[in-house]
Structures are given as C-alpha cells and as structure tokens.
C-alpha cells in the first residue's frame, strides 16, 4: 500500500534559525497536506498542495509539492518558540483515504 | 475543535474490557475517520465511513469495530481491550466535498492496563 515517509524524525532548532522537513511517498499523489499538532494536542490543517511543483507560503512557512507530485516540504525561517510542535504530512492519491507520514518533532532553543 | 466533538477524553480499561469511544460532527459532512496515534508516531487510519451507513477498513482494523448510525456520528468500539490498544484515539471529518482537508476532534487518551 501507499506509505509516506518523513524526515528528519526530530529537529532541534535554534531560535532564528531556519530549517526545512522533507516528505516522501511511495506513489504519485492527487495532492498532499501539512498539518502540525501540539505537545498534548490534535493535529490542525496548515495547507493543502494540488499542482505540481506548487510552491505555497504562510508567513515564515513555505511549502512546496515536488514536480512527480510524489514529494514535499517545508521551510520555516527564523524558528520561533511558537514553531514548537510536530509536523506531519498526509497523501492523499485517491479517493476519501489521506496516508499520514510519521512526522517531524520540532524543538526549539531559545 | 470547532466541528467535531469526542468523548471522552480520557479512559483507563482492564485487559478484556469493552468500550465505545463516540464522535460527533455538527457539519454536516459525509466523510468521517477513526486513527489512533501512539507515543511519538504518526497517525495510522483504523476505520473510516464514506456516508452514513457504509463503512471500510483502514490500514490498523483488528480488535475494533465501528458504526455509523447517522450523518453525525461515528463510534468506534473496543470489544476485547489489549494493551496493544493503549493509544490516543482522533476522530475526524473530511471539511468538504472539494477538498480532502480534515478536521479533528480533541482526541480520546486510552491506557488498557
């Protein structure tokens, strides 16, 4: 079946660094999501990718969808406490179903 | 979660108990979905339910059954509880016809001793 994959696993960030996340999936996506989830929280939307090669951006974040549709990222600058939180990606390739890659642990040091 | 409400939120069981976790969407959407997410992983899909009435498997179903009864709500119940099962429990509504966008609900914290 369809699996996503992420890394890095963790990413321990200096505050006003930068850093980006990578997502990867096994087969040609319709579109792919972002979502972040708090420590103790559920996961919230964040964006959605549907064209190839789009690039996307919200404030210090910029995601972008890979032109095989089967990848993607996302670029945050100048790392913020409030950045804190885990990153997931989800496939989706068709169909009601969205594959979760297993995400990003992000930790910032003020 | 503005949407999708889950209750409750939190629950301890004794390997063998049963229990129904319940999720309700006031959106109106067709699509809901049941995921558990363990310790530092991500989400894997257990049930999902297309429309009221119809429901399919995901890609974690043993151990679990769902129902959907109406629009609104979607249960998932636990017959037999492991303590493989321990987990944080997501319901969760796909936002609209257009988009495969999600909503999810506040989470079910689940510890089966």
């Known amino acids: 079946g369809q699996q996503v994959m992420q890394i890095p696993q963790y990413q321990h960030v200096q505050e006003g660094e930068d850093f980006t996340t990578y997502c990867n999936s096994s087969?040609?996506?319709?579109?792919i999501q972002w979502y972040k989830q708090r420590p103790g929280g559920h996961p919230v939307f964040l964006i959605q990718?549907?064209?190839?090669?789009e690039v996307k951006k919200q404030k210090r974040l910029t995601f972008q969808f890979g032109e095989a549709k089967k990848n993607s990222s996302l670029h945050i600058t100048a790392t913020q406490t409030t950045d804190v939180g885990t990153y997931f990606c989800?496939?989706?390739?068709?169909?009601?179903?969205?594959?979760f890659g297993g995400g990003t642990r992000v930790l910032v040091k003020p | 979660n503005a949407g999708v409400t889950q209750t409750p939120k939190f629950q301890v069981l004794k390997t063998g108990q049963s229990m129904t976790l319940q999720c309700a969407q006031d959106?109106?959407?067709?699509?809901m979905y049941w995921y558990r997410q363990d310790p530092g992983m991500g989400l894997r899909l257990i049930y999902y339910?297309?429309?009221?009435?119809?429901?399919d498997k995901g890609e974690v179903p043993n151990g679990y059954n769902v129902s959907r009864l109406n629009k609104r709500e979607f249960s998932l119940r636990l017959e037999s509880a492991a303590p493989s099962q321990t987990s944080v429990y997501f319901c969760?509504?796909?936002?609209?016809?257009?988009?495969?966008?999600?909503?999810f609900g506040p989470g079910t914290r689940l510890t089966v001793l």
């Open positions: 959106m109106n959407h067709n699509s």
């Open positions: 990718l549907v064209k190839s090669g």
């Open positions: 339910s297309a429309s009221e009435g119809t429901t």
């Open positions: 969760a509504m796909r936002q609209g016809w257009s988009t495969d966008t999600q909503y």
């Open positions: 087969t040609t996506l319709s579109n």
């Open positions: 989800a496939g989706s390739a068709a169909g009601n179903k969205l594959t």
